[in-house]
């Protein structure tokens, strides 16, 4: 796939695999059908395509299609959602399709869009294809054979929070996107939605949240302002240049894209943000290389956001407490619902069996830090 060449602090080259494998059983595409409804868009690929699929991810199934050796005929991602589903506003295939489209020309790190096929003739679901973004996916940890000194760890940091920066200041209006938003009170649907979902997934083995959940019902501020948000902005949805990993080359699941508060999105990013002096328990569920010499902390990231943002933010109006502790409990929310299934026995995924471990540490977490801060 790429390479990792000695540059920018980084180590001597070695392949980085591709985490596309095989078509999981009860999955597979029809590729002839696709292939064919493809080639009305594509009319010059060469022979049928090598189809692998991505494992991560579980909300809707993704799979590359690469014409050529190595995808050098056309090197392309389809995205469509689980068989079964019912429901199109919850695996809404053209709106995900759509939301990137219109932001490709005023945020150029958006995938290319190819096609939206909405007709179940083809595959019997709505899907979408895109062009591939060939690059590095950082994890949990940077690829086996790629490692980055201190300073090249803080330029790739500081390139994240700055595309997160670049995309807060997309006008809406101007992509297209306005009628995503639902106006005023972004923040408090946000807070009411999150605690009632909260109610519906709850265990009788896993707090209430009642202290922290009163608290942000009490103390949600009014919307710091309307623009696009990710909703789900990590590492391991940023393409790195092979070249150059710290430079960003592509942003990738635009799922939960929406209007709303960018502070809100900015807090949902650094639940995530798991640092090198976290406790033991922080640093067992964490899904990216934020522990890194040279990654900014959690205070540093949003010191530099609010001083980029400074024309469009007032900083010293800005309660970050709030915004962090949401950020936590949303978070335990979606574990929650997780581990809600297993505890159903909807799944056996044994890597949900401890989740009512996590939600209850997160409780404990938000209720620390609102201790500290004095509320």
Known sequence: MTEAPAATGQS???PLTDRAGPVRAGEELDVAAVDRWLRELRPNLAGPPTVTQYSGGASNWTYRLAYGEGGAGGDFILRRPPAGTKAKSAHDMAREFRVQQALKPVFPWVPTMVGLCQDDRVIGADFYVMERIAGIIPRANLPRGLTLDEG???RLCLAMVDKLVALHRVDPEAAGLAALGKGDGYCRRQVEGWSGRYEKARTWNVPTFRTVRAWLAANTPADSAACVIHNDWRFDNLVLDAAD????????????ATIGDPLMDLGGAL??????????????????????????TR????????????DRLDANAVDWTFYEVFGLFRLAVIAQQIYYRYHHRQTRNPAFKRFWLLVTYLDWRCRRILRRAGR
């Open 12 to 14: 001597a080259p070695r």
């Open 271 to 296: 639940a995530y943000w798991v640092q090198a002096d976290d406790d033991f328990i922080m640093r067992s569920i964490r899904r990216q290389p934020t522990h890194l010499a040279g990654m900014l």
């Open 245 to 256: 990993p710290t430079h960003v080359i592509g942003v990738l699941d635009w799922e939960m």
């Open 152 to 154: 090249a760890v803080r």
């Open 299 to 310: 205070d540093e990231v949003v010191a530099r956001y609010l001083a980029a943002m400074g």
